[in-house]
T-cell receptor, first 112, second 115 residues
Framework: EDKVVQSPLSLVVHEGDTVTLNCSYE??????LLWYKQEKKAPTFLFML????IEKKSGRLSSILDKKELFSILNITATQTGDSAVYLCAVEASSSNYKLTFGKGTLLTVNP | DAGVIQSPRHEVTEMGQEVTLRCKPISGHDYLFWYRQTMMRGLELLIYFNNNVPIDDSGMPEDRFSAKMPNASFSTLKIQPSEPRDSAVYFCASSQTGGLGRKLFFGSGTQLSVL
């Protein structure tokens, strides 16, 4: 069974801090890893990673994948209160019929 | 495009009643997914369709749950009879074939409370 584990489960920081969120996975026939941000309701797409070592960047957010060690990290620099959300990691594997398996998420709270 | 549209946004019902959740995927997307989210179990895939055909329903908890996709622009998830343990947020998501990776677009969800 495919497994995705995120850590930490929750994190409280002050505005301006830098945070690193972790996602490790165990799947057969990996295809891609995706990061989503969930604020009030629907998860919204952040990044999709398919190759090791290539950093994806969007403003203050960046993410990288290590397919050898089976993990990904999501970095947020100079955090703002608007970054407060649950960050979800999901993995797609061809062995699971191309379904996405989600981790439980990391709840990030950024205090002013 | 308006994105994935779900209705209703909130549903409160009594145990034993039938519940029907509705979803309109993004036009042109050929995959549709139904997820359930709870604090304990996170996001769980219930069923997904490709070109209106159910591909994998292994996540459907039991026979009380059924899903249909009569055409490319509409899908329903039905629970009959509903039970309090079905209380959760139900998300519909759609995606498009092509390239590596399954980039899902989610609807706003239906918050279901079964009393």
């Amino acid at each position: 069974e495919d497994k995705v584990v995120q850590s930490p489960l929750s994190l409280v920081v002050h505005e301006g801090d830098t945070v690193t969120l972790n996602c490790s996975y165990e799947v057969t026939n990996f295809r891609s890893l995706l990061w989503y941000k969930q604020e009030k309701k629907a998860p919204t797409f952040l990044f999709m990673l398919t190759s090791s070592g290539i950093e994806k960047k969007s403003g203050r957010l960046s993410s990288i994948l290590d397919k050898k060690e089976l993990f990904s990290i999501l970095n947020i620099t100079a955090t703002q209160t608007g970054d407060s959300a649950v960050y979800l990691c999901a993995v797609e594997a061809s062995s699971s019929n191309y379904k996405l398996t989600f981790g439980k998420g990391t709840l990030l709270t950024v205090n002013p | 495009d308006a994105g994935v549209i779900q209705s209703p946004r909130h549903e409160v019902t009594e145990m034993g009643q039938e519940v029907t959740l509705r979803c309109k995927p993004i036009s042109g997307h050929d995959y549709l997914f139904w997820y359930r989210q709870t604090m304990m179990r996170g996001l769980e895939l219930l069923i997904y369709f490709n070109n209106n055909v159910p591909i994998d329903d292994s996540g459907m908890p039991e026979d009380r749950f059924s899903a249909k996709m009569p055409n490319a622009s509409f899908s329903t998830l039905k629970i009959q009879p509903s039970e309090p343990r079905d209380s959760a947020v139900y998300f519909c998501a759609s995606s498009q074939t092509g390239g590596l990776g399954r980039k899902l677009f989610f609807g706003s969800g239906t918050q279901l409370s079964v009393l």
